[in-house]
Nanobody
Framework: DVQLQASGGGLVQAGGSLRLSCAASGFTFDDYAIGWFRQAPGKEREGVSCISSSDGSTYYADSVKGRFTISSDNAKNTVYLQMNSLKPEDTAVYYC????????????????????WGQGTLVTVSS
Protein backbone atom coordinates (compact mmCIF):
# COMPACT_ATOMS: atom_id res chain seq x y z
CA ASP A 1 0.00 0.00 0.00
CA VAL A 2 1.15 3.53 -0.74
CA GLN A 3 1.73 5.57 2.37
CA LEU A 4 2.92 9.10 3.00
CA GLN A 5 3.38 9.80 6.69
CA ALA A 6 3.79 13.46 7.57
CA SER A 7 5.08 14.36 11.01
CA GLY A 8 6.88 17.08 12.95
CA GLY A 9 4.18 19.68 13.37
CA GLY A 10 3.56 21.48 16.62
CA LEU A 11 3.21 24.79 18.39
CA VAL A 12 6.04 27.28 18.04
CA GLN A 13 6.49 30.97 18.70
CA ALA A 14 6.98 33.41 15.87
CA GLY A 15 10.59 33.39 14.76
CA GLY A 16 11.02 29.78 15.74
CA SER A 17 11.73 26.68 13.68
CA LEU A 18 10.22 23.29 12.96
CA ARG A 19 11.24 20.42 10.73
CA LEU A 20 8.55 18.40 9.05
CA SER A 21 9.17 14.89 7.75
CA CYS A 22 7.37 12.94 5.07
CA ALA A 23 8.11 9.21 5.08
CA ALA A 24 7.08 7.45 1.87
CA SER A 25 6.48 3.78 1.16
CA GLY A 26 4.74 1.59 -1.37
CA PHE A 27 6.07 3.20 -4.55
CA THR A 28 9.39 3.78 -6.29
CA PHE A 29 10.56 6.87 -4.50
CA ASP A 30 13.15 7.87 -7.11
CA ASP A 31 10.45 8.10 -9.80
CA TYR A 32 8.41 10.65 -7.90
CA ALA A 33 8.56 14.24 -6.77
CA ILE A 34 7.34 15.13 -3.31
CA GLY A 35 5.51 18.33 -2.61
CA TRP A 36 4.49 20.09 0.56
CA PHE A 37 1.17 21.89 0.68
CA ARG A 38 -0.58 23.73 3.47
CA GLN A 39 -4.13 24.65 4.25
CA ALA A 40 -5.15 27.26 6.74
CA PRO A 41 -8.70 27.42 8.13
CA GLY A 42 -11.08 28.84 5.55
CA LYS A 43 -8.44 28.94 2.84
CA GLU A 44 -7.59 26.83 -0.16
CA ARG A 45 -4.73 24.36 -0.07
CA GLU A 46 -1.60 26.01 -1.41
CA GLY A 47 1.71 24.67 -2.63
CA VAL A 48 4.70 25.45 -0.44
CA SER A 49 7.60 23.55 -1.96
CA CYS A 50 8.52 20.48 -3.95
CA ILE A 51 11.57 18.38 -4.70
CA SER A 52 12.30 15.93 -7.47
CA SER A 53 13.81 12.74 -6.07
CA SER A 54 15.58 12.05 -9.36
CA ASP A 55 17.76 15.15 -9.52
CA GLY A 56 17.09 17.05 -6.33
CA SER A 57 15.65 20.11 -8.05
CA THR A 58 13.60 22.25 -5.69
CA TYR A 59 10.93 24.91 -5.93
CA TYR A 60 9.42 27.25 -3.36
CA ALA A 61 6.45 29.51 -3.05
CA ASP A 62 7.43 33.16 -2.80
CA SER A 63 5.90 33.34 0.66
CA VAL A 64 8.42 30.86 2.09
CA LYS A 65 11.46 31.43 -0.09
CA GLY A 66 14.53 32.08 2.05
CA ARG A 67 12.87 30.69 5.18
CA PHE A 68 11.96 27.09 4.26
CA THR A 69 14.28 24.44 2.89
CA ILE A 70 13.16 21.16 1.35
CA SER A 71 15.51 18.19 1.22
CA SER A 72 15.35 14.51 0.46
CA ASP A 73 17.04 11.43 1.91
CA ASN A 74 16.50 8.90 -0.85
CA ALA A 75 18.02 6.11 1.23
CA LYS A 76 15.26 6.61 3.79
CA ASN A 77 12.51 7.51 1.29
CA THR A 78 11.94 10.63 3.35
CA VAL A 79 11.55 14.29 2.48
CA TYR A 80 12.06 17.05 5.02
CA LEU A 81 10.82 20.61 5.20
CA GLN A 82 12.96 22.78 7.45
CA MET A 83 10.95 25.83 8.43
CA ASN A 84 12.79 28.77 9.96
CA SER A 85 11.71 32.28 10.92
CA LEU A 86 8.16 31.08 11.25
CA LYS A 87 5.35 33.61 11.13
CA PRO A 88 1.77 33.41 12.42
CA GLU A 89 0.59 33.31 8.81
CA ASP A 90 2.45 30.00 8.39
CA THR A 91 -0.14 28.41 10.68
CA ALA A 92 -1.84 25.61 8.76
CA VAL A 93 -2.15 21.89 8.32
CA TYR A 94 0.81 20.80 6.23
CA TYR A 95 0.45 17.91 3.81
CA CYS A 96 2.99 16.03 1.76
CA UNK A 97 2.07 14.52 -1.58
CA UNK A 98 3.72 12.53 -4.35
CA UNK A 99 3.54 13.08 -8.10
CA UNK A 100 4.93 10.70 -10.70
CA UNK A 101 7.10 13.17 -12.61
CA UNK A 102 9.70 15.83 -11.76
CA UNK A 103 8.24 18.89 -10.14
CA UNK A 104 8.37 22.38 -11.51
CA UNK A 105 6.99 25.70 -10.48
CA UNK A 106 3.55 24.81 -11.83
CA UNK A 107 3.49 21.31 -10.34
CA UNK A 108 4.48 22.72 -6.97
CA UNK A 109 1.17 24.52 -6.70
CA UNK A 110 -1.23 22.25 -8.58
CA UNK A 111 -3.10 20.02 -6.15
CA UNK A 112 -4.75 17.91 -8.85
CA UNK A 113 -1.43 16.74 -10.29
CA UNK A 114 -0.53 14.75 -7.20
CA UNK A 115 -1.21 11.02 -7.04
CA UNK A 116 -0.81 10.31 -3.34
CA TRP A 117 -1.36 12.35 -0.19
CA GLY A 118 -0.36 12.07 3.43
CA GLN A 119 -2.65 12.78 6.35
CA GLY A 120 -1.33 16.21 7.33
CA THR A 121 0.43 17.63 10.35
CA LEU A 122 -0.65 20.79 12.16
CA VAL A 123 1.74 23.72 12.50
CA THR A 124 0.67 26.53 14.81
CA VAL A 125 2.77 29.68 15.08
CA SER A 126 1.90 31.99 17.94
CA SER A 127 2.61 35.71 17.86
Amino acid sequence: DVQLQASGGGLVQAGGSLRLSCAASGFTFDDYAIGWFRQAPGKEREGVSCISSSDGSTYYADSVKGRFTISSDNAKNTVYLQMNSLKPEDTAVYYCAAVGHPCGIATMSTVLEYDYWGQGTLVTVSS
